[in-house]
């Protein structure tokens, strides 16, 4: 069995910077693509960011494109979600998810979720 651990959430202020990361347990041909998804207050979660294992290749939703960078770590088997210039409106609890590639991390057909973490931007 996958698991993921997510961490780095917190409270900050608009405008300021934090990183999430998010450890799994073992990686496998069903794990290759690591995704970024948030959860805001009343909506339906939605897609951040992805990154997969082997090209390091990225992809962002345009909300945050310029301003949150994804990345992987293979020695430590970890993803990251380095936010920058947080708004308010990215206040969410924030969750990681394996998927075999990026096209069903899009889709969010995801085997494999993290327990979530919360980001609070006050404004």
């Known amino acids: 069995q996958v698991q993921l651990v997510e961490s780095g959430g917190g409270l900050v202020q608009a405008g300021d910077s934090l990183r999430l990361s998010c450890a799994i347990s073992r990686r496998t041909f069903s794990t290759a693509a690591m995704g970024w998804f948030r959860q805001a207050p009343g909506k339906e979660r939605e897609f951040v960011a992805a990154?997969?294992?082997?090209?390091?290749?990225?992809y962002y939703a345009d909300s945050v494109k310029g301003r949150f960078t994804v990345s992987r770590d293979n020695a430590k088997n970890t993803a990251y979600l380095q936010m920058n210039s947080l708004k308010f409106e990215g206040t969410a609890v924030y969750y990681c998810?394996?998927?075999?590639?990026?096209?069903?991390?899009?889709?969010?057909?995801?085997?494999?979720w993290g327990q979530g973490t919360q980001v609070t931007v006050s404004s």
């Open positions: 990154v997969t294992w082997g090209t390091g290749s990225t």
């Open positions: 998810a394996a998927a075999p590639n990026v096209g069903v991390v899009l889709k969010g057909s995801i085997d494999y």
